[in-house]
C-alpha cells in the first residue's frame, strides 16, 4: 500500500539509529510525522472527541486514519503518539541537545498527554483507571473471543505510562508545568498495575476474564521493555518470571511459524531486557538465520517479502544484549550470548550524551572506552552486579576494565 506500518515494523527500523550513533537520520523521521501532528490531532478529534493525537497504524501521504476493520481495530489503539514520541525524547537524550527537548519534543509530549487525561475516565472497582476501548495488535484476548476490541491492553497502559513519566523527568528539568506534573503522577499512581495470568504468565491485557493467546506473532504486551530496563518491572522477581514465561511461550510459535522478523525482535528485547542471556542467544540466531536474502536484503517472513524493518532491529537486538545505558546509569554486558566469547563493538551512541568508543571482552576480562559529549558522572554497572563510578570530561576517552561476561 506504499505505507508505513507504526504499530511496530517502523520503529524496527528506525530502532538503531540513535544507538548506532547516526541521530542525523532521525531528522528525515521527525520532518515525516511533524507533517503530520496536525492530521492526527483531527483524528483524536473524529474518534474520540479529545485533544492530542491520533496516530494511525498506517500512514502514507495522508495521516488520516483509515486502516481498519473488525479484525484489526487499529483505530482503538492509544499507544500509537507515545511510541513515536518516545524516539523525540530518546533523541534528546541520545544526544544531549535541551534545545530540542525544550522547543520541540516536549510540547508534542505534553499534548499528547493531554489526549490520556481526556481518555481516561472510567475507573474499576477498585479505583484503577480504565483503557475503553483498547487494542493489543494485532492480537485477541484467548482463547474463545469473537473480536479484538478489548479493555486494558497492556501495551496502552504501558505507553501511557512511558509518556507520563518522560513529561516529568522533562518538566522537571525545564522547570515548568508543576501543576501539570501533579496531575500527571496522580494518573500513574492510578493505572492499571502489571499482573500475571493464573499460570504465572505476563498478561498482554489487564481486565478479568480476558485470556491469553500466545500463539502469535506480535508481542505487543512487551511495550515497556523494547527500548528501557523500567525498574517496577526488573525490581520485581515474580514479573520478570512472568515475563520469562511469556517470551518462551512466544517464542515458541515463532520457532514454528517464521511469519514477522520485528515480532522476534520484540521477543529479543524483552528477553535481553530481563538479562536472559541464553533466550537472548537463541532469538538473535533464529533472526540470523531465517530473514535475510543472499544479498542482505531483510525479510518480513521467513525467506520471502523484503522489509527493512530488521535491518534496524537486528543490530539493535544485538548491541542492547552487549549494552545498555540511561542518563547517568550504564549496564555492560546485560545479556550477552554465551557463544559471544570475545568480540569488540566500537562506535555506539548511548543515553546521556556518551560514546561507547570500544567494548572488547574475553569470557574473563573487558575493557570499555567512552567518551562524553558533556560532564558527566556516570555508575557503570559491570558482569558480576559490581558497580564502577566514573566523572567524564567532556570529550576526554576513559577506560574502564572490569570482568568479562563470563564471570555473570
Known amino acids: 500500500s506504499g505505507s508505513f506500518t507504526t504499530n ?18 532521525m531528522q528525515a523521521v521527525f520532518r515525516y510525522f511533524d507533517a503530520r501532528w496536525d492530521g492526527y490531532r483531527r483524528n483524536a478529534r473524529a474518534f474520540f472527541a479529545l485533544p492530542g493525537f491520533h496516530l494511525p497504524a498506517q500512514v502514507t501521504i495522508s495521516p488520516r486514519a483509515a486502516a481498519f476493520n473488525a479484525n484489526y481495530p487499529h483505530c482503538f489503539s492509544s499507544a500509537g503518539a507515545p511510541w513515536i514520541l518516545q524516539f523525540y525524547y530518546d ?12 522547543s ?3 510540547p508534542l509530549m505534553r499534548e499528547a498527554a493531554a489526549f490520556f487525561e481526556g481518555f481516561l475516565t472510567h475507573r474499576d472497582g477498585a479505583g484503577k483507571l480504565v483503557f475503553v476501548p483498547s487494542y493489543s495488535p494485532e492480537n485477541a484476548p484467548g482463547p474463545t473471543a469473537s473480536c479484538s476490541t478489548a479493555i486494558n491492553a497492556t501495551m496502552d497502559v504501558a505507553a501511557c505510562r512511558q509518556l507520563l ?13 508543576g501543576d501539570a506534573c501533579q496531575r500527571w503522577s496522580a494518573l500513574i499512581r492510578d493505572l492499571p498495575d502489571d499482573a500475571l495470568d493464573s499460570a504465572g504468565c505476563f498478561r498482554e491485557w489487564l481486565w478479568p476474564g480476558l485470556g491469553e493467546r500466545h500463539a502469535h506473532r506480535h508481542a505487543s504486551q512487551f511495550y515497556a521493555l523494547y527500548d528501557e530496563m523500567p525498574p ?4 520485581r522477581p515474580d514479573l520478570v518470571a512472568g515475563i520469562e514465561q511469556a517470551i518462551r511461550a512466544r517464542l515458541d510459535h515463532h520457532r514454528h511459524h517464521p511469519i514477522m522478523a520485528f515480532g522476534l525482535v520484540q521477543v529479543g528485547l524483552a528477553a535481553a531486557r530481563i538479562r536472559h542471556a541464553d533466550l537472548t542467544d537463541e532469538i538473535i540466531d533464529l533472526l540470523a538465520a531465517r530473514y535475510w536474502s543472499t544479498g542482505m536484503g531483510s525479510f518480513h517472513n521467513g525467506g520471502a517479502l523484503f522489509n527493512t524493518d530488521i535491518s534496524g ?4 537486538l544485538c548491541a542492547s544484549a552487549l549494552v545498555y545505558a540511561d542518563p547517568g546509569h550504564l549496564v555492560l554486558f546485560p545479556a550477552c550470548p554465551p557463544h559471544w566469547r570475545s568480540g569488540t563493538i566500537s562506535g555506539l551512541r548511548l543515553r546521556g550524551a556518551i560514546i561507547l568508543q ?5 569470557p574473563d576480562r573487558a575493557e570499555a572506552t567512552l567518551v562524553a559529549d558533556q560532564d558527566q558522572v556516570v555508575r557503570v554497572e559491570t558482569p558480576g552486579r559490581c558497580f564502577q563510578t566514573l566523572a567524564l570530561v567532556a570529550g576526554q576517552p576513559q577506560t574502564l576494565t572490569c570482568a568479562g561476561p563470563g564471570s555473570s
Open 8 to 25: 511496530g515494523n517502523l520503529q524496527c527500523a528506525i530502532a538503531f539509529l540513535l544507538l548506532g550513533n547516526t541521530p542525523e537520520l
Open 91 to 102: 533523541y534528546a537524550r541520545y544526544t544531549g541537545d535541551r534545545g530540542f527537548l525544550e
Open 104 to 106: 520541540h519534543a516536549y
Open 165 to 177: 513519566r518522560n513529561c516529568i523527568a522533562t518538566a522537571t528539568l525545564l522547570g515548568v508545568d
Open 232 to 235: 517496577d518491572i526488573l525490581d
Open 313 to 316: 532491529g537486528f543490530p539493535y
Open 358 to 362: 570500544s567494548l572488547s571482552w574475553t
